[in-house]
């Protein structure tokens, strides 16, 4: 008899075990759905530097990669999920080609809300400058998202009036399911750029002007 009741007592135990682990995790996956994750994609890296300085000194891949860290550490702090394509100096395969497709592959596999592809530009002329944000029309949010985050980086540079542009034959933009956009951080070719994109102060600044440009994009999309 005593080894029966220690025998149900043992089985109510593990019985109240089981069922608070799956409150648990019903409530955990329940709290995951409800954040907002951001894929953030530092362009090149590894064998592919990207566009780069006149003197050849600086490559975009270093950059993109800074930038998206920075802009990283502010979604958190915020508790928005974030996962990036790299988060190192490599490539994503041995070609560019396939490169490119995987990344298209981690963000469209992803249940992302939001992506970002960051890359810095080259010109064969040094004179133009300045940022610039770039989306497809394959989804109509996706203008709206890179208006949002131009309109806020304008406050890093009042002169720069670029407007955020419709493009095709970008192959992340034209393959990705999600919303999201590019944004070009500036161009390495010219003088004044570069010297800005070579400041980690400026490149953290600039991270965070993404970071509004994000926040309002979602505080809008809320309310419609
Ligand atoms: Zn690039």
């Known amino acids: 008899m005593k080894t029966n009741k220690q025998i149900i007592l043992f089985l109510t135990f593990m019985l109240l075990i089981i069922l608070s682990l799956t409150i648990y995790h019903t409530v955990k996956a329940n709290q995951e759905e409800s954040l907002l994750f951001v894929y953030l994609d530092p362009g090149h890296g590894g064998f592919d530097g990207g566009a780069t300085s006149i003197d050849k000194s600086m490559c975009e891949k270093d950059i993109n990669l800074k930038v998206c860290f920075y802009l990283k550490n502010y979604l958190e702090k915020t508790n928005i999920v974030v996962k990036m394509t790299r988060n190192k100096d490599v490539a994503l395969s041995k070609s560019k080609k396939e490169d490119i497709h995987k990344r298209v592959e981690l963000i469209n596999k992803s249940n992302c809300d939001i992506y970002l592809t960051i890359h810095a530009n080259a010109y064969p002329s040094s004179s133009v400058r300045g940022f610039q944000t770039f989306y497809s029309s394959n989804k109509q949010q996706n203008e709206y998202l890179a208006k949002t985050i131009q309109t806020s980086l304008q406050m890093l540079d009042k002169e720069n009036k670029r407007l955020s542009k419709v493009i095709t034959g970008k192959y992340v933009l034209d393959n990705t399911t999600k919303i999201g956009c590019l944004v070009e951080i500036g161009f390495l ?36």
């Open 189 to 224: 070719t010219n003088e004044i750029d570069l010297q800005k994109l070579t400041d980690d102060t400026y490149l953290e600044k600039m991270a965070f002007q993404i970071y509004l440009g994000i926040l309002n994009y979602i505080e809008e999309s809320r309310q419609i």
